[in-house]
């Protein structure tokens, strides 16, 4: 059952122009999404976070929005640089039961995002 | 240097023979994961370890055990490796006392070949 889900395997797009990777998950439980970038032969890099209690969250080009109701929540780069050319995941976590920590994540599949020049 | 590393980064084996992969992370963090990445399935979790008398299993640990031997070393063992443990191994670490909304950082992975 995958419960953080990305139905883009890919996405194209215009040196310059807008990126927006969207990402849906399933369980209402999750109240902290991040998004993570990944290069070839690297580990993932953490890019930015957004926690349940709010629907926007800015980071110079990067600009994540939550939507609770529809349990979305999508990442946009704008502009778009080349340099963006990589495997987006995002992934959820959920306090444990009984407490407040979290830790642990779960993860949508990964988008491929292009960036022509 | 990197904060987490990871070896061997590349490592063909043979079915049915143990092996290794290490972590080590000069973060300080106590909590450390290893995870798996398989095409289309993203990053599923193997096991986990709070601190070094915490060891829990994640979604997918049959086939595998690991061993916390400090808080900055994280283990992960194939007992008797099979081709479908064909995969590419990431180690994180997180920081426990960040509390809520906690990040984790990830190693460089490393690419595992099962014959």
């Known amino acids: 059952d995958q419960q953080v889900k990305q139905n883009s395997p890919s996405l194209s797009v215009q040196e310059g122009r807008i990126s927006i990777l969207n990402c849906d998950y399933t369980?209402?439980?999750?109240?902290?999404f991040l998004w993570y970038k990944k290069y070839p032969a690297e580990g993932p890099t953490f890019l930015i976070s957004?926690?349940?209690?709010?629907d926007k969250n800015e980071d110079g080009r990067f600009t994540v929005f939550l939507n609770k109701s529809a349990k979305h929540l999508s990442l946009h780069i704008v502009p778009s640089q080349p340099g963006d050319s990589a495997v987006y995941f995002c992934?959820?976590?959920?306090?444990?039961?009984?407490?407040?920590?979290?830790?642990?994540?779960?993860f949508g599949q990964g988008t491929i995002l292009t960036v022509h020049p | 240097d990197a904060d987490v590393t990871q070896t061997p980064r590349n490592r063909i084996t043979k079915t049915g023979k143990r092996i290794m992969l290490e972590c080590s992370q000069t973060?300080?963090?106590?909590?450390m994961y290893w995870y798996r990445q398989d095409p289309g399935l993203g990053l599923r979790l193997i096991y986990y370890?709070?601190?070094?008398?915490?060891?829990n299993k994640g979604e997918i640990s049959d086939g595998y055990s690991v061993s916390r031997q400090a808080q900055a070393k994280f283990s992960l063992s194939l007992e008797s490796a099979i081709p479908n443990q064909t995969a590419l191994y990431f180690c994180?670490?997180?920081?426990?006392?960040?509390?809520?909304?906690?990040?984790?950082?990830f190693g460089p992975g490393t690419r595992l070949l099962v014959l």
């Open positions: 994180a670490t997180s920081d426990l006392g960040s509390g809520m909304e906690e990040t984790q950082y």
């Open positions: 369980n209402s439980m999750f109240d902290y």
């Open positions: 957004i926690s349940s209690i709010k």
């Open positions: 992934a959820a976590s959920a306090p444990w039961a009984g407490g407040t920590s979290y830790g642990k994540l779960t």
């Open positions: 973060k300080g963090h106590d909590r």
């Open positions: 370890s709070f601190d070094v008398k915490d060891i």
